[in-house]
């Protein structure tokens, strides 16, 4: 069954039903919703994947809404809620100017030509560095909105050491978030029935079930991985093999025990201590197992094995036929290996020499039932795919950079406006090597009050001693500050020291604007929670949408600026009355003297993370006004090959 695609009222009623659906647990003064589960467990959360997973959504672009939220919030770990609640703003406002093919065109270049500039010549000035070591003002105000005060607290401390003790080096942190985004539900522990002060961090990993086999040892040892039974097979895989009487068979079995036997044995040889195995093996090989002192943990799940073979960096082992005698080389070392009691369970605590960076240590979550213990490990998890946000750069479009170089006047690729008495500066960067990070610009003209962008104001462009054009992110004094360095990444650069010096008209500076304009926003670049960035985007693209030539982008332009103030208007929903009022008009007054935000204490958040939200609503935006039909499929697409007919001539 086919129906006309939806209409942009329409549109805007379905996503303002799914944005009141979630405004209400926006934020850290966000309400919870009880959420029911078929087995009768009652579930309170302000979670807003769960929110969007449990709600019976049926119109078709409710639903593709609600999966381009979770989509997103599953590859930066946040912003479900907020995605909602911005794209039913976006909609509102296109319904309200009438959106038509001409805007959904406009949607398209508004990123490339308003979006992007703005972010590069206007946010990035307010960004800062993110405060070198410390996680918790970034993982508490995260938090905040998922958990109650108490919950939060605790996490934000436990999901901070938990990286600490991970990844010691902090060059690796990135690499040691990934690991733990991806791996967490292996290195974490459920325990229910206990208060969550009682949580603890381990090293090493628990493995969720108890010793087949233990042998208890001392020292380091030895442990092998097998992925299959270590039973020796009477035939090779395909071949019958008879058995014609009763000694037959008892002189098979004698055999498969003897060849048993003669494996243990060689293991023992091998120093072979431990087997961690993902299939269940016989009882023969788990009584020759203890008979030679090996321990065995078995039915490990495929996650589990792959967790260790990252760890360690060794393969399964596979015996080969009769040759019994060759030395076994994959085995990873074990510091401890252990048994554990977690409340009634009984599992296995092995701590593992590790070849990566990543220092393996498991967290032992407890909770008062499984529910809040899924709902705290999802936090967490997702916490730390945030926190891989955090290391990344948001870079300019290749189309933008094509439309950069293609402009014939320096000055305009430098600036928002060309004039010829327009004052430029230089920044020569002076260090001792050609890598340098990038600084934000700072704003060094005090004439203009009313707007950022006037022709007035000076330009920074930046020009290294050694022919490297690169972009200032943070300027202090003599001293450079930079987002690299607060995350220790670039440990071998040297202070960089800036002077100010004369740069001349008519000196081409076409390469420095580019790398200039070429990074939109650092990495580790952050701005305090309460709405600071989509005020500051909204101001900036207000003040461009002004400036604008083409009627269409202006329009987008005013729609998103106004549609991005709907966040902060949830968060201060729950405030105080007027708190929202006030808090806007002080940051605009503050903008339009040059004057910096002020600053509060309630913790950090990633740019990046708010940037890609933006982007990920206006591209959900212009897929559902691409919409043209609706096609109800009642069952399985049938698949259809290329094959030219027999009668085609």
Not at 396 to 414: F, H, I, L, P
Not at 520 to 545: C, K, M, N, R, T
Request: aromatic share 6%; with cysteine.
């Amino acid at each position: 069954m086919a129906a006309a695609g939806p209409e942009p009222l329409r549109l805007w009623q379905e996503a303002a039903a799914l944005a009141g659906a979630v405004r209400g647990a926006l934020g850290p003064r966000g309400g919870r919703a009880l959420l029911l589960r078929p087995t009768g467990e009652a579930l309170p959360t302000r979670d807003g994947r769960r929110l969007l997973e449990a709600l019976s959504v049926e119109p078709p672009a409710a639903r593709l809404m609600a999966a381009r939220a979770c989509s997103h919030r599953a590859a930066t770990g946040d912003g479900a809620k907020s995605f909602v609640v911005l794209l039913a703003a976006v909609l509102g406002g296109l319904q309200a100017v009438g959106a038509g093919a001409g805007l959904r065109r406009a949607l398209r270049d508004f990123e490339t030509q308003v979006l992007q500039r703005v972010a590069a010549r206007g946010l990035r000035r307010h960004l800062r560095p993110a405060p070198p070591g410390s996680l918790e003002p970034l993982l508490e105000p995260y938090l905040a909105g998922r958990l109650g005060p108490g919950e939060r607290r605790r996490l934000a401390r436990l999901g901070a050491e938990m990286c600490r003790r991970c990844g010691p080096a902090a060059a690796a942190r990135p690499r040691v978030l990934r690991l733990l985004g991806r791996r967490f539900a292996e290195l974490h522990a459920a325990v229910p029935g206990l208060p969550l002060a009682s949580s603890r961090l381990l090293p090493g990993i628990i493995l969720r079930r108890d010793f087949a086999a233990y042998c208890p040892t001392d020292g380091e040892l030895r442990a092998l991985l097998v992925t299959e039974p270590l039973r020796p097979a009477l035939t090779a895989p395909g071949v019958e093999f008879v058995v014609d009487s009763e000694g037959q068979y008892q002189a098979s079995q004698r055999w498969i025990t003897r060849r048993t036997e003669a494996l243990m044995k060689h293991l023992q040889s091998n120093n072979v201590k431990l087997l961690l195995s993902s299939v269940k093996q016989e009882e023969v090989v788990i009584y020759y197992a203890k008979l030679y002192g090996v321990s065995v943990v078995e039915c490990l799940s495929s996650e589990e094995m792959a967790l260790i073979s990252e760890i360690t960096g060794v393969s399964p082992y596979t015996p080969v036929g009769d040759n019994m005698d060759r030395e076994i080389t994959e085995t990873a070392v074990v510091t401890f290996c252990q048994s554990l009691l977690l409340v009634s369970k009984r599992c296995v605590h092995i701590g593992f020499a590790s070849v990566c960076a990543f220092q393996p240590h498991c967290l032992v979550l407890c909770g008062p039932v499984d529910g809040v213990n899924e709902q705290h490990a999802a936090a967490l998890q997702e916490a730390f795919i945030m926190l891989q946000q955090l290391f990344k750069t948001a870079d300019q479009r290749e189309d933008w950079k094509a439309e950069g170089e293609s402009q014939s006047k320096a000055s305009d690729v430098c600036t928002w406006h060309s004039s010829a008495t327009q004052k430029q500066l230089v920044i020569e960067n002076t260090c001792n090597t050609s890598q340098v990070s990038e600084c934000q610009l700072k704003a060094l003209s005090d004439e203009t009050e009313g707007k950022i962008f006037d022709s007035d104001k000076s330009d920074l462009l930046v020009h290294n001693q050694k022919k490297h054009s690169i972009p200032v992110l943070v300027a202090h004094n003599s001293d450079t500050v930079t987002a690299c360095e607060c995350l220790d990444v670039g440990k071998g650069l040297e202070k960089t020291c800036c002077h100010i010096v004369p740069f001349k008209q008519e000196e081409s500076c076409a390469g420095i604007a580019q790398d200039y304009s070429s990074r939109l926003i650092e990495a580790g670049s952050v701005l305090p929670v309460g709405g600071y960035f989509e005020i500051l985007l909204h101001y900036y693209i207000q003040d461009y949408a002004k400036q604008c030539q083409h009627s269409e982008v202006t329009i987008v332009s005013k729609v998103v600026a106004d549609a991005l103030l709907s966040i902060p208007k949830a968060l201060y929903g729950t405030a105080k009355r007027d708190g929202f009022t006030k808090f806007y008009l002080e940051a605009i007054n503050l903008l339009r003297k040059n004057q910096p935000l002020p600053v509060n204490n309630e913790g950090l958040e990633s740019v990046y993370c708010k940037y890609q939200l933006v982007i990920s609503v206006l591209h959900c935006v212009t897929e559902l006004l691409s919409i043209d039909l609706v096609i109800g499929i009642r069952r399985p697409l049938q698949k259809t090959e290329d094959r030219d007919s027999e009668d085609d001539t």
